[in-house]
């Protein structure tokens, strides 16, 4: 049993999930705590069944949890975790031209929390046609940073399908036209495409004026957050999450992009370890709680590739957790990103560099689709840019991510060769 301490509030503190142990009725348990059975689902890559139940009579989960703990008839059970996508509400005014007379980033350095500054007087734009500059918009300076153009040229993650787990995405962008492989709504209901999935995905395979990690990838998109229908940051639950996780794997997802963060959950990292076996590459965030935060999950299990975010100029994101278990860096600071309805926003923050990594992990699996989640961790590892101190440190895990250079160790001699 999980019995969250008192100080623990990333929950939803009227819900429990639980498992049943062998020949244990749901009815007598939920009686027994005056609880009312929401949901029951088998979860695949957990190996588990679990049952989500809302508690009645103003009965706290952390109250229920631990008088469960002598309860022979449930297996386990612990708090449905509330994780956020740590962006705060697009805001802000239009910024200056530049000499181009293209909006530019804003000055300044980024707080504490993920960011997105919205360009309101950018219309929507079409589809790029040949008469259109590749790049009418500031310039991308992660194209160069990660060297794309030459990356492109060996390998555009043809085919390679990569689960977006966030708030959905809104898949008429020009950015993400063709793109689809597959959808999935978790919560139900009538979404609407959000701000912080369609960045992501974008980052990931935007096709048009911007340029993708892995234009060439196919996106399924799971909605396990709320979007802008809410206020505050959008939240997931544990439940959702487990169920996007299980239906990526069912459609044959080889990586998972988490650009969320919450506290540790014990069904979240059996499923993480799951989806491993299976040969999937999950992704992380390493999070936006500044440097002297705990560690933040899914980033720092064992079962992910934490990534932390840069500047154009290889500086950390003041920002974002630091911690050992990050394992590289990647730009994430002042990213020009899609937003939903064809406009276009800057974002800083972990989340959007995790989507710069899961989009190279799509161009390394196109030639070796045979690696797994170790490997691709070495090989990212290995072949980074190492920033502050020497080797390995908190702030920058290995260091920066370069794409020629993980390619190269991952192709054949005869190939990696010009």
Same mark, same amino acid.
């Given at each position: 049993?999980?019995?969250?301490?008192?100080?623990?509030?990333?929950?939803?503190?009227?819900?429990?999930?639980?498992?049943?142990?062998?020949?244990?009725?749901?009815?007598?348990?939920? =009686?027994? $705590?005056?609880?009312?059975?929401?949901?029951?689902?088998?979860?695949?890559?957990?190996?588990?069944?679990?049952?989500?139940?809302?508690?009645?009579?103003?009965?706290?989960?952390?109250?229920?949890?631990?008088?469960?703990?002598?309860?022979?008839?449930?297996?386990?059970?612990?708090?449905? !975790?509330? $994780?956020?996508?740590?962006?705060?509400?697009?805001?802000?005014?239009?910024?200056?031209?530049?000499?181009?007379?293209?909006?530019?980033?804003?000055?300044? =350095?980024?707080?504490?929390?993920?960011?997105?500054?919205?360009?309101?007087?950018?219309?929507?734009?079409?589809?790029?046609?040949?008469?259109?500059?590749?790049?009418?918009?500031?310039?991308? $300076?992660?194209?160069?940073?990660?060297?794309? /153009?030459?990356? +492109?040229?060996? @390998?555009?993650?043809?085919?390679?399908?990569?689960?977006?787990? /966030?708030? *959905?995405? /809104?898949?008429? +962008?020009?950015?993400?036209?063709?793109?689809?492989?597959?959808?999935?709504?978790?919560?139900? *209901?009538?979404?609407?495409?959000?701000?912080?999935?369609?960045?992501?995905?974008?980052?990931?395979? @935007?096709?048009?004026?911007?340029? *993708?990690?892995?234009?060439?990838?196919?996106?399924?998109?799971? =909605?396990?957050?709320?979007?802008?229908?809410?206020?505050?940051? &959008?939240?997931?639950?544990?439940? +959702?999450?487990?169920?996007?996780?299980?239906?990526?794997? *069912?459609?044959?997802?080889?990586?998972?992009?988490?650009?969320?963060?919450?506290?540790?959950?014990?069904?979240?990292?059996?499923?993480?370890?799951?989806?491993?076996?299976?040969?999937?590459? &999950?992704?992380?965030?390493?999070?936006?709680?500044?440097?002297?935060?705990?560690?933040?999950?899914?980033?720092?299990?064992?079962?992910?590739? @934490?990534?932390?975010?840069?500047?154009?100029? /290889?500086?950390?994101?003041? #920002?974002?957790?630091?911690?050992? !278990?990050? &394992?590289?860096?990647?730009?994430?600071?002042?990213?020009?990103?899609?937003?939903?309805?064809?406009? $276009?926003?800057?974002?800083?923050?972990?989340?959007?560099?995790?989507? +710069?990594?899961?989009?190279?992990?799509?161009?390394?699996?196109?030639?070796?689709?045979?690696?797994?989640?170790?490997?691709?961790?070495?090989?990212?590892?290995? %072949?980074?840019?190492?920033?502050? #101190?020497?080797?390995?440190?908190?702030?920058? #895990?290995?260091? =920066?991510?370069?794409?020629?250079?993980?390619?190269?160790?991952?192709?054949?001699? %005869?190939?990696?060769?010009?």
């Amino acid at each position: 049993m999980i019995v969250p301490p008192a100080t623990e509030r990333r929950l939803v503190n009227e819900e429990i999930l639980f498992a049943l142990a062998p020949n244990a009725q749901a009815e007598a348990v939920l =009686r027994r $705590y005056r609880a009312t059975q929401i949901a029951s689902r088998r979860f695949a890559l957990a190996g588990m069944t679990i049952i989500r139940a809302r508690l009645e009579g103003g009965r706290s989960a952390r109250g229920v949890l631990a008088e469960m703990v002598s309860d022979p008839r449930v297996a386990s059970a612990q708090p449905n !975790y509330l $994780y956020t996508l740590q962006q705060d509400e697009p805001k802000g005014t239009a910024q200056p031209a530049g000499a181009d007379g293209v909006p530019v980033p804003p000055a300044g =350095r980024p707080d504490d929390a993920e960011k997105t500054i919205v360009i309101p007087d950018l219309p929507p734009i079409p589809p790029l046609v040949s008469t259109v500059p590749k790049r009418e918009l500031q310039p991308q $300076y992660v194209v160069e940073k990660l060297h794309l /153009d030459d990356l +492109h040229k060996i @390998a555009r993650g043809a085919a390679i399908r990569v689960a977006v787990i /966030d708030s *959905g995405a /809104d898949t008429s +962008h020009p950015e993400l036209q063709g793109v689809l492989a597959g959808s999935f709504d978790a919560l139900g *209901g009538e979404g609407q495409p959000d701000a912080h999935g369609t960045a992501m995905a974008a980052a990931i395979l @935007a096709q048009a004026q911007l340029q *993708g990690i892995a234009p060439g990838a196919r996106l399924l998109a799971a =909605r396990a957050f709320s979007g802008a229908a809410t206020t505050g940051p &959008a939240n997931g639950t544990t439940f +959702h999450i487990l169920a996007a996780l299980d239906w990526a794997a *069912g459609e044959g997802a080889r990586i998972l992009n988490l650009s969320f963060a919450g506290p540790q959950d014990r069904l979240l990292s059996r499923s993480l370890a799951g989806a491993k076996t299976k040969g999937m590459i &999950a992704v992380a965030a390493a999070g936006n709680g500044g440097a002297k935060a705990a560690p933040l999950y899914p980033g720092a299990d064992p079962n992910v590739i @934490a990534v932390t975010a840069t500047d154009a100029d /290889d500086k950390p994101f003041s #920002g974002a957790n630091r911690g050992d !278990y990050i &394992a590289v860096a990647a730009p994430g600071v002042d990213v020009l990103a899609a937003e939903p309805q064809g406009r $276009y926003a800057f974002s800083s923050g972990t989340s959007i560099a995790a989507a +710069h990594v899961s989009g190279l992990v799509a161009l390394l699996l196109e030639k070796r689709p045979e690696l797994g989640l170790d490997e691709v961790r070495r090989l990212l590892s290995e %072949s980074a840019v190492d920033l502050g #101190g020497r080797g390995k440190d908190p702030v920058f #895990g290995a260091g =920066r991510v370069d794409g020629p250079a993980a390619l190269s160790r991952a192709l054949p001699m %005869s190939t990696a060769r010009p």
